[in-house]
């Protein structure tokens, strides 16, 4: 009776110490969390602003400021075209004007003798007519002049080209020196600071992200993750493979994307519980992972444990562990108090 007494004494011990010592430890509780169902496809970055200039008027090329992979900032001045023969234009034009705003003075005195000629009735009315007559033709050659020298400026205008808006030279297509013709290709780029990610959606995935409505952007160099401003699901699938076009805008430019590149787009297309635990809680040796789990009683149990994807410092648990089950967060510690209690057991 006394040595049954003594047994009970002692595991009671047993178990006050080893509860003591677990309380020691760092825990945290194993708990199901609400995350976004991601469904990742191939994306490809593109220019949301790219155009190609193209040459507007005539003429031989003298200078060509910006190469490939140069910036350029909004209404720099990207080429010239030789202008001697369009300034020649221009003073014909302005020269025009002049004599038409001369002849027209002419007529209105003309006009305005006539007029008075007229009401004493010392000419005809034939006569006042024709003066009438050479008073309209004299106001329309001024406005045919005028519209002349506004076209001989525009030209003249058009000799230099510049920058739409600012951005980044990614082709040019003529050499100094050479003749251009309106509308021959001059220079291609895209606008700095304004990307975005095209996307190939299958069908059976495309009704949850019309849902969920949210993507972001992963860069396949070091899995870094950018955010995606704006979807937008083109209305009808592509009858070839019945995927739908998206376009992910992204919120600014980043100095290592440029057009052409490939990323991974990790599309939101619904929600799913997951059990995670902290990474510095999973213990790895040679294949095996496991934690330690403390029970009600305060004892360590080594239980292995299938880990899943990491979701930053957090791993996801498959298999092996319960929801709400106290896990010890520092597996070192955790070891040494495991093995204490294993040899007061024997």
């Known amino acids: 009776m006394r040595l049954l007494t003594a047994s009970l ?27 976004p169902l991601q469904y990742r496809v191939d994306g490809v970055v593109e220019a949301r602003q790219q155009a190609t200039i193209s040459a ?4 031989k090329v003298e200078a060509i400021n910006f190469d490939v992979d ?51 009735k010392l000419i005809s009315q034939a006569v006042f007519d024709k003066a009438g007559a050479n008073l309209k033709a004299a106001q329309a050659r001024k406005t045919a002049a005028e519209a002349n020298l506004a076209q001989a400026d525009e030209q003249l205008d058009r000799t230099v080209m510049r920058a739409p ?8 297509h ?21 990307l975005r990610v095209t996307a190939q959606v299958p069908q059976s995935m495309i009704g949850g992200l019309r849902k969920q409505r949210s993507a972001e952007i992963i860069l396949l ?13 083109h209305p009808f699938a592509n009858p070839k493979n019945h995927s739908f076009p998206v376009r992910l805008d992204l919120p600014s430019a980043d100095n290592r994307l440029y057009p052409g590149m490939l990323v991974k787009v990790a599309l939101a297309i619904g929600n799913v519980e997951r059990l995670l635990l902290p990474q510095q809680a999973l213990v790895s040796r040679s294949e095996v992972n496991a934690v ?55």
């Open 165 to 172: 808006y600012s951005g980044v030279v990614v082709e040019r």
């Open 174 to 194: 003529i050499e100094p020196g050479e003749a251009v013709n309106p509308g021959q290709p001059i220079m291609t780029g895209y606008a700095a600071g304004e």
């Open 56 to 59: 507007e008027v005539a003429g």
């Open 70 to 120: 140069d910036f350029v900032e909004k209404g720099e001045i990207i080429l010239r075209i030789r202008d001697r023969d369009y300034r020649a234009r221009q003073q014909r034009a302005r020269a025009a004007l002049d004599e038409a705003k001369a002849n027209l003075q002419d007529m209105q005195l003309e006009f305005s003798r006539s007029e008075d000629l007229r009401k004493q």
């Open 9 to 35: 004494v002692f595991l009671a011990g047993s178990v006050t110490a080893a509860a003591s010592a677990a309380e020691s430890l760092q825990t945290v509780t194993s708990a199901r969390v609400s995350m």
């Open 221 to 233: 160099e070091d899995n870094r993750k950018l955010p995606v401003t704006k979807i937008t699901i």
């Open 292 to 346: 330690y789990v403390i029970g009600d009683d305060g004892r360590l149990a080594f239980r292995q444990v299938r880990p899943g994807n990491r979701f930053g410092e957090q791993v996801e648990i498959l298999a092996g562990l319960d929801e709400n089950e106290v896990v010890a967060l520092d597996p070192v510690r955790a070891g040494i108090e495991h093995k204490r209690q294993l040899d007061a057991v024997q």
